[in-house]
């Protein structure tokens, strides 16, 4: 049986996250590939991830409000 610290986690996660996925191919994405793994060593994927992203978000929302 499921330990309830466990099961807590999981409804939280269920009603707070989201899960998004990336399928790379090894060969034709390989630098994709290596920049992640470098970045795992450093601050994470994740948080390397989301770091560009709103990075891209803050750019977009510059150029649309100019």
């Given amino acids: ?3 309830p610290a466990t099961i807590r986690q999981a409804r939280y996660d269920a009603a707070h996250t ?3 996925g990336l399928k ?3 060969d034709l994405d390989a630098d994709i590939l ?3 793994a470098w970045a795992k060593d450093r601050e994470g994927m994740q948080g390397y991830i989301k770091r560009l992203i709103r990075a891209d978000i803050a750019k977009y929302q510059q150029t649309k409000t100019v």
Avoid: F, G, I, W
């Fill in 1 to 3: 049986m499921p330990k």
């Fill in 18 to 20: 989201s899960r998004v």
């Fill in 34 to 36: 290596d920049r992640l």
């Fill in 24 to 26: 790379l191919h090894n």
